[in-house]
């Protein structure tokens, strides 16, 4: 099964790892877009000979407009390129691989063109999970997830064809850097020390929210969304080793794993061929050299982020949308050693606490929550 594929977000961690399972599976490349990564951007315009670049930036994209000149690919700038690299009619599949919010509108635009979208970006599940779910089954667009613990839950449910059977699904956490860790140490981690995951090799955005266990709220926010399951059927157990992905319990109480190793080719690899699988690039797993596997209660109240996530997963409307704004700025600021790895929960709450939920909200809606919760964290720490 070849496919042609448009990433977006070709210069993160996802989008590389794509590439390279494009390059070892025979896929096609349409098109890619970076923010203003010209260099990298260039090297792989010139290895995949993509019809199509997008730099948003402007200057980006003049500077890669000229790298590229003597090639055949076009180069667009801004968010206009963004969605017409979504909408790109030689490509049938979108890894929407753009970090936060920004992923919003061009995966829409994926989901209208009848795209089928690999899904990496999952703060748009979280911030329009039931708009953009509910588009995706009237345009027919099939959303098949990359990120490891949804893809985990995909591969366990193929064959399930009553969802009602489905008791629940369980979401493995690796805990981060500072699992086990009370509030008082947390209040002292610094930049490097949550930069650096013990599993997994991430970009900065995710890394942080592994650290605070945001990302696993948001996880249980996608999951909601994509297996039209509520809050309390989806259960987040601590995983340190990383082996086991995600599982499903049936109404007979047979549990389904997947596992393998910390290794995103596979989940990327198989949202491009599901149903079927292909020999690829994944690191494969010897079991006799996996450490004993071992399962652990979370702590949402020591990893607030984790507690506030739930908290929003259960009210619903534009509440995971406030929280996924904030949790942005917050940890922009963060990165930038502006505020506390504390500080992260702290101005999440206080965003959530200032930005009104509304219930049922339509696009509009979800983008002013998402920039008013934005604001509202800006405006604390100036
Ligand atoms: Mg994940």
Known sequence: MRRTLSILGSSGSIGQQTLKVAQACGHAVAAITVNRSVELAEAQARQFRPRLAVAVDENAAAELRVRLADTDTRVLSGPEGLLEAAGLPEADTVVTAIVGVAGLRPTLAAIDAGKRIALANKETLVCAGELVMARAEEKGAEIVPVDSEHSAIFQCLQGCKNRGEVRRLILTASGGPFFGRSREELAQVTRAQALRHPNWAMGAKITIDSATLMNKGLELIEAMRLYSMPPEKIQIVVHRESIVHSLVEFEDGAILAQLGSADMCLPIQYALTWPERTPGPAKPLDLLSCPPLTFQRPDPETFRCLGLALECAQRGGTSTAVLSGANEAAVELFLQ????????????????????????????????ADRAAREAVYDSVR
């Open 337 to 368: 050693e502006k505020i506390t790895f504390l500080d992260i929960p702290r101005l999440v709450e206080g965003a959530l606490g200032r930005v009104s939920a509304l219930d049922r909200p339509g696009l509009d809606e979800i983008l002013s």
